[in-house]
T-cell receptor, first 116, second 114 residues
Framework: NAGVTQTPKFRVLKTGQSMTLLCAQD?????MYWYRQDPGMGLRLIHY???????AKGEVPDGYNVSRLKKQNFLLGLESAAPSQTSVYFC???????????????FGPGTRLTVL | AQSVSQHNHHVILSEAASLELGCNYS??????LFWYVQYPGQHLQLLLK??????LVKGIKGFEAEFIKSKFSFNLRKPSVQWSDTAEYFC????????????FGTGTRLKVLA
């Protein structure tokens, strides 16, 4: 049981290049999330998904796109990278609704992205 | 708008000192509450969570937190910190209804001096 995995772990891009970050979870979780973490700003939600084939915007969606074609995978795409997208990106998943309670999020190890 | 405030951004303690990190949230409805820890270079890991019942919650590594509903607070405590507790700590809130989102505070960086 690997939990939440992310690839790649590190990446350096030039301005204008594109890339896709992959998040995979093997816990059969319904909900998946992409965050970016910047110093002093905590975690900011980029996009999230509450099920296969569904996605929704978070706080900071501009410049990013996502897809959830399979329940276990959640992809984050940068079509034209900008230096402002230099950050550490974390994927998280959670079980989803369970009556009136929600389970905690499980986080991946992160991807450190630098855009030059 | 819903928000989570962690007023202590940086805390420096000596080993064996007691720790209390503040967390306040703004949301009028029922919430689930979490504390996560992020060790240097690592991902966030759950320390403890509160859904209902006893407002004093015990977590891993000797941490505990108390939910005070009237104060919209969920402060994290540890009686005696160790050097290995050096990390960043995040408080998070999940409203029970109306949103799928978890709301995170900006984090508190704790440094424990040996």
């Amino acid at each position: 049981n690997a939990g939440v995995t992310q690839t790649p772990k590190f990446r350096v891009l030039k301005t204008g290049q594109s890339m896709t970050l992959l998040c995979a979870q093997d816990m059969n979780h319904e909900y998946m999330y992409w965050y970016r973490q910047d110093p002093g700003m905590g975690l900011r939600l980029i996009h999230y998904s509450v099920g296969e084939g569904t996605t929704a915007k978070g706080e900071v969606p501009d410049g990013y796109n996502v897809s959830r074609l399979k329940k276990q995978n959640f992809l984050l795409g940068l079509e034209s990278a900008a230096p402002s997208q230099t950050s550490v990106y974390f994927c998280a998943s959670s079980l989803g609704t369970s009556g009136v309670t929600y389970n905690e999020q499980f986080f991946g190890p992160g991807t450190r992205l630098t855009v030059l | 708008a819903q928000s989570v405030s962690q007023h202590n951004h940086h805390v420096i303690l000596s080993e064996a000192a007691s720790l209390e990190l503040g967390c306040n949230y703004s949301y009028g409805g029922t919430v689930n509450l979490f504390w996560y820890v992020q060790y240097p270079g690592q991902h966030l890991q759950l320390l403890l969570k509160y859904f209902s019942g006893d407002p004093l919650v015990k977590g891993i590594k000797g941490f505990e937190a108390e939910f005070i509903k009237s104060k919209f607070s969920f402060n994290l405590r540890k009686p005696s910190v160790q050097w290995s507790d050096t990390a960043e700590y995040f408080c998070a809130v999940k409203p029970r209804s109306g949103t799928y989102k978890y709301i995170f505070g900006t984090g508190t960086r704790l440094k424990v001096l040996a």
